[in-house]
């Protein structure tokens, strides 16, 4: 496909069109994703969780990003790359600055950050530097301690200013676009409208320039899929596990391999 960039995004938001984004964290998924025409991919700190069986993101270092980056980018065929800063890589301007360099070495198109004012510069120093920015605001999962959990934010109408207020902060800042989880829709619908950049949501309703999903939550295998999620191969989770034991007793029963592969 043709490569998109944050320009195609812009051009798509302009025009009405929405955008399709999902996690991947290898080569294979990343051209399937890219055969199906998908427009962007994020390589997460979700790794964290749906990879490496940790209850949070927070264990998440920059060399797992920077792998999975250089699996995905050997796959790519043209999908625009997110990769994400893990937690604690962007608590100072120079740390920002040289983990960001190492997200691009490794593939990365963009790099999104948590946060809402407290990122802002971080934001001005990466975009002034040609770094596009995706900022990352609502639940922030790397911030799930603070926050009590993985909990719907902006409820209250004083929080969802906030959330508006620093939003349109962001854009000014420069970010390239920004990512809204775990909001509720109509907020997400009032930022949309508000930004001039493409604004993503996962959990924020239908009503953003595009949807972002984890790639273990549409395929049913994630150990907790949230609510908003469409589990598309519904139950595989469940019965996945009978199929291993299928093959282990066809092995033990020597109907493994099949009687004519050659070895
Ligand atoms: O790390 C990730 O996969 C994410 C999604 C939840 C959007 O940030």
């Keep these: 496909m043709t490569p998109v960039t944050v320009h195609t995004l812009q051009e798509m938001k302009q025009k009405g069109e929405k955008f399709v ?36 993101t927070i264990p998440v270092t920059m060399e797992d990003i920077i792998y999975h980056m250089q699996c995905v980018k050997r796959g790519n065929q043209g999908a625009l790359l997110i990769a994400d800063f893990p937690f604690m890589s962007y608590s100072s301007q120079s740390q920002t600055l040289e983990n960001a360099a190492r997200l691009m070495r490794a593939g990365a198109h963009v790099v999104k950050l948590e946060g809402g004012a407290w990122i802002a510069e971080s934001t001005r120093l990466l975009s002034q530097r040609g770094i596009p920015v995706c900022a990352h605001m609502g639940l922030t999962p790397q911030s799930v301690n603070r926050l009590g959990g993985f909990r719907v934010q902006g409820r209250d109408p004083q929080q969802a200013n906030t959330i508006i207020e620093e939003a349109l902060m962001l854009e000014e800042y420069g970010a390239s676009m920004l990512l809204l989880e775990c909001i509720p829709a109509k907020l997400a619908l009032t930022i949309s409208e508000k930004l001039s950049i493409p604004v993503i949501g996962i959990g924020a309703g239908k009503d953003v320039d595009g949807q972002i999903m984890v790639m273990h939550d549409v395929l049913g295998i994630s150990p907790v899929t949230p609510k908003f999620v469409k589990n598309f191969l519904a139950d595989i989770y469940r019965r996945h596990p009978w199929r291993y034991k299928v093959v282990y007793r066809r092995c033990q029963r020597r109907q493994l391999p099949k009687s004519r592969t050659v070895l």
């Excluded at 290898?26 to 700190?45: P, R, T």
Aim: net charge negative; charged share 15%.
């Design 21 to 56: 984004c999902i996690t991947a964290y290898d080569a294979l998924f990343a051209k399937l994703f890219c055969e199906v025409g998908i427009e962007v991919i994020l390589v997460g700190d979700s790794l964290g969780m749906v990879l490496q069986g940790h209850d949070s």
